[in-house]
């Protein structure tokens, strides 16, 4: 198992790579064959409004569970590859849940977020950014399939409450999105 995690992260880092350089090249307008250096690449990413959607959630964080206020863990989020991305490191503390790691990016041929979730016990979550709110948000979505081939929705809302706090709640719906069933709610405080 440690094996197809570690080769799982390794495709996905391949992957990653290969679409920030597709990025940083159509950013710069460069061709597909030039040899871009750190001379010639700027930061593109940096430049641009849309890679500025999650700075709100940039941090470290303790996580609060917002039903019984018991503190859940901690979540380090950070842009990475100059703004071209952001990495979440989650960190469980209970001693039945996993730790975990998101890499969201921007896809710019469909101008669409991504997210990429993946745990040690699974299941690997894969959902596109669906909705920003007026005041700042935003709410991440995908199916999730499961082996027997069936397959469920499952969403995540990002609030800021204020600098310094984040409501973020997960959500399931076996029913194609007519219901929804919270499966995780809680309070993202800012580290001091």
């Given at each position: 198992m440690k094996h197809l995690a570690a080769l799982l992260f390794l495709t996905l880092s391949i992957l990653f790579f290969?679409?920030?350089?597709?990025?940083?090249?159509?950013?710069?307008?460069?061709?597909?064959?030039?040899?871009a250096t750190s001379d010639t690449v700027t930061h593109p990413?940096?430049?641009?409004?849309?890679?500025?959607t999650l700075d709100f959630w940039v941090g470290s964080w303790d996580v609060y569970d917002n039903h019984n206020r018991s503190k859940g863990g901690t979540d380090v989020v950070e842009k990475i590859l100059q703004g071209c991305a952001i990495i979440e490191n989650w960190h469980e503390l209970s001693a039945d849940g996993a730790d975990g790691k998101s890499l969201f990016y921007y896809q710019r041929a469909t101008k669409s977020w991504k997210q990429v979730w993946v745990t040690a016990v699974g299941p690997i979550k894969e959902k596109k950014l669906i909705e920003e709110f007026k005041h700042g948000g935003v709410r991440f979505q995908g199916e999730i399939p499961h082996p027997d081939g069936k397959s469920h929705l499952d969403r995540t809302t990002l609030t800021p409450i204020d600098r310094d706090r984040v409501h973020q709640v997960i959500e399931i719906s076996r029913d194609s999105g007519r219901t929804w069933e919270v499966t995780f709610d809680a309070e993202y405080r800012r580290q001091k």
């Amino acid at each position: 198992m440690k094996h197809l995690a570690a080769l799982l992260f390794l495709t996905l880092s391949i992957l990653f790579f290969a679409q920030a350089a597709q990025v940083a090249r159509a950013a710069l307008r460069l061709p597909e064959n030039h040899p871009a250096t750190s001379d010639t690449v700027t930061h593109p990413c940096e430049a641009d409004p849309v890679y500025h959607t999650l700075d709100f959630w940039v941090g470290s964080w303790d996580v609060y569970d917002n039903h019984n206020r018991s503190k859940g863990g901690t979540d380090v989020v950070e842009k990475i590859l100059q703004g071209c991305a952001i990495i979440e490191n989650w960190h469980e503390l209970s001693a039945d849940g996993a730790d975990g790691k998101s890499l969201f990016y921007y896809q710019r041929a469909t101008k669409s977020w991504k997210q990429v979730w993946v745990t040690a016990v699974g299941p690997i979550k894969e959902k596109k950014l669906i909705e920003e709110f007026k005041h700042g948000g935003v709410r991440f979505q995908g199916e999730i399939p499961h082996p027997d081939g069936k397959s469920h929705l499952d969403r995540t809302t990002l609030t800021p409450i204020d600098r310094d706090r984040v409501h973020q709640v997960i959500e399931i719906s076996r029913d194609s999105g007519r219901t929804w069933e919270v499966t995780f709610d809680a309070e993202y405080r800012r580290q001091k």
